[in-house]
C-alpha cells in the first residue's frame, strides 16, 4: 500500500502550483465564427503557413462540421496566443476554422488535393443528420440559414500575452501531440515560434533556399518532404554537429530538446548563427560537388555501385564526418574535389561502413559515434 505523502510535500507541491500560475494569463471569450472569419481577413488573427499545412479533414468531414454548426451542436474551445502586437496567433481549432474558411469561400489552401483557394466555397458532402444539405454551398442556404451560421459561437481560450513564453509553448505541444497529422518537425515549426523564432525561421529559410542541399537530399520521398522532413534534416546536422554529446537515445526527443535549447529566451544554447550558416553552406556545397543526390545513397549488395537512395545512417555519417577536413577542403579545387569523390564512394561501398549503417539498433549514441569516426578517419587519412 502506497505510504501517504507528508504534509512537507503536499505544501510544496501546492506552492510549485501556485508558481507556475503566475507564468500563465487566460482569458474566456465567446466569439461567433464569422467575426473569426473576419479576423483572419483582417490580419488580426494568425495561422502560420506551417500550422496551416496541417489542414487535413476531408470534405466530408468538414461538412459534418458545417453541419454541426447548423445544428447548434457543442464546439471544443479553440486555442489563440496574444502576441506583442496584440494580434492573435491559432495554437488549437486549425481543422474546424479552416473547414469554416472553406465554407465560406475565404481558404486558401494549395496543399490539398484538390487544392483549394479562395473564393471556392466549399459544396456540402457526407452530411447525415440533414441529408439535403449535401450538394449546397453557403450561397445556397438562404438568408436565415446564412445568419444562423455567422452567429454560432465557439468558446475561445486566449492565453494572454503577459504570459512566460515557455508556457505558451508547452501548451501548444500539449494540445497538438495526439494529432496524427502532425510530424515530429512540423510540431517544432510551428511551435518553437512560441519560445524564440530566429531559430526556426533560420532552419526554415536554409531549407527552402539552398539548392545544393536540396540536390543532396532529393531522394527522399513526397511524404517526407510534405512532413517537413527536410527541414529536419537541417537541425539534424546542427544538433550533432554542436550537441552530439547530449544525445542518448531517443533521437526525436533529442532534436527537440536542441531546438527548444537554443530558442530558450532565457538562457539560449549559444549559435553563431553567420559561422554555423557558412559551415552549413560549404558541406553541402562539397557533397553536391563530389556525390550529388548519392550523397546519401548506399551501395548494392554486391559492394560494386550505389544505389539512388535516402539514407539518413548516411546523413549523419557523411555531414558530421567532413566536419574534421572541411577546413582544408577547396571546393573549387576540381582535382582536390575529384579526389574526394572516390573517396566517399570508397567509404559507402567498404564492407565496414555497410555493417555500421545497416540493420536495427543503429539509432544510439556508440552506432552513431563509430559511423561518424569511420568517415573522419577515412577523409583524415585519404585527404
Keep these: 500500500m502506497a505510504s501517504q505523502p507528508q504534509a512537507s510535500e503536499v505544501v510544496e507541491l501546492i506552492q510549485d502550483?501556485?508558481?507556475?500560475?503566475?507564468?500563465?494569463?487566460?482569458?474566456?471569450?465567446?466569439?461567433?465564427?464569422?467575426?473569426?472569419?473576419?479576423?483572419?481577413?483582417?490580419?488580426?488573427?494568425?495561422?502560420?503557413?506551417?500550422?496551416?499545412?496541417?489542414?487535413?479533414?476531408?470534405?466530408?468531414?468538414?461538412?459534418?462540421?458545417?453541419?454541426?454548426?447548423?445544428?447548434?451542436?457543442?464546439?471544443?474551445?479553440i486555442y489563440?496566443?496574444?502576441?506583442?502586437?496584440?494580434?492573435?496567433?491559432?495554437?488549437?481549432?486549425?481543422?474546424?476554422?479552416?473547414?469554416?474558411?472553406?465554407?465560406?469561400?475565404?481558404?486558401?489552401a494549395p496543399h490539398l488535393k484538390p487544392p483549394v483557394v479562395q473564393g471556392q466555397q466549399l459544396e456540402l458532402q457526407d452530411c447525415d443528420i440533414i441529408k439535403a444539405l449535401n450538394g449546397k454551398t453557403y450561397d445556397d442556404l438562404g438568408t436565415a440559414l446564412q445568419i444562423k451560421l455567422k452567429r454560432s459561437f465557439v468558446r475561445v481560450e486566449v492565453v494572454r500575452k503577459g504570459s512566460n513564453p515557455k508556457f505558451k509553448y508547452h501548451m501548444f505541444k500539449r494540445l497538438n501531440t495526439g494529432g496524427e497529422a502532425l510530424t515530429h518537425q512540423q510540431l517544432r515549426n510551428c511551435t518553437i515560434r512560441l519560445l524564440d523564432p530566429n531559430f526556426n525561421d533560420f532552419i526554415i529559410n536554409l531549407a527552402d533556399s539552398n539548392s545544393d542541399f536540396k540536390e543532396c537530399i532529393s531522394t527522399i520521398s513526397e511524404v517526407q518532404w510534405y512532413g517537413a522532413y527536410d527541414k529536419e534534416l537541417v537541425l539534424r546536422f546542427f544538433a550533432f554537429k554542436n550537441w552530439r554529446a547530449q544525445f542518448r537515445h531517443d533521437v526525436a526527443d533529442f532534436l527537440t530538446e536542441y531546438m527548444e535549447a537554443v530558442s530558450d529566451p532565457e538562457h539560449a544554447e549559444p549559435f553563431d548563427?553567420?559561422?554555423?550558416?557558412?559551415?552549413?553552406?560549404?558541406?553541402?556545397?562539397?557533397?553536391?560537388?563530389?556525390?550529388?543526390?548519392?550523397?546519401?545513397?548506399?551501395?548494392?549488395?554486391?559492394?560494386?555501385?550505389?544505389?539512388?537512395?535516402?539514407?539518413?545512417?548516411?546523413?549523419?555519417?557523411?555531414?558530421?564526418?567532413?566536419?574534421?577536413?572541411?577546413?582544408?577542403?577547396?571546393?573549387?579545387?576540381?582535382?582536390?574535389?575529384?579526389?574526394?569523390?572516390?573517396?566517399?564512394?570508397?567509404?559507402?561501398?567498404?564492407?565496414?561502413?555497410?555493417?555500421?549503417?545497416?540493420?536495427?539498433?543503429?539509432?544510439s549514441p556508440g552506432p552513431l559515434n563509430d559511423r561518424i569516426a569511420f568517415v573522419e578517419k577515412r577523409l583524415q587519412v585519404g585527404l
Design 273 to 363: 548563427y553567420l559561422r554555423e550558416g557558412q559551415v552549413f553552406a560549404k558541406t553541402f556545397r562539397i557533397l553536391k560537388l563530389t556525390l550529388g543526390d548519392n550523397s546519401f545513397s548506399r551501395a548494392n549488395g554486391n559492394l560494386t555501385a550505389l544505389v539512388r537512395a535516402f539514407g539518413v545512417y548516411h546523413y549523419e555519417a557523411f555531414t558530421i564526418g567532413i566536419q574534421a577536413v572541411i577546413d582544408g577542403i577547396n571546393e573549387n579545387d576540381p582535382e582536390q574535389i575529384g579526389k574526394l569523390t572516390k573517396l566517399l564512394t570508397q567509404i559507402k561501398l567498404d564492407p565496414v561502413f555497410v555493417g555500421l549503417t545497416t540493420g536495427g539498433g543503429k539509432n
Design 17 to 77: 502550483v501556485d508558481l507556475q500560475l503566475r507564468n500563465v494569463h487566460t482569458q474566456s471569450l465567446d466569439i461567433s465564427f464569422n467575426e473569426l472569419a473576419s479576423m483572419v481577413a483582417e490580419g488580426e488573427l494568425d495561422i502560420s503557413p506551417d500550422y496551416q499545412r496541417l489542414f487535413l479533414w476531408t470534405e466530408g468531414a468538414r461538412s459534418r462540421f458545417i453541419e454541426s454548426l447548423l445544428l447548434e451542436m457543442p464546439v471544443p474551445p
Design 80 to 108: 489563440v496566443v496574444e502576441e506583442d502586437d496584440g494580434k492573435k496567433l491559432l495554437i488549437d481549432g486549425l481543422q474546424r476554422l479552416s473547414s469554416y474558411l472553406h465554407f465560406r469561400g475565404m481558404l486558401d
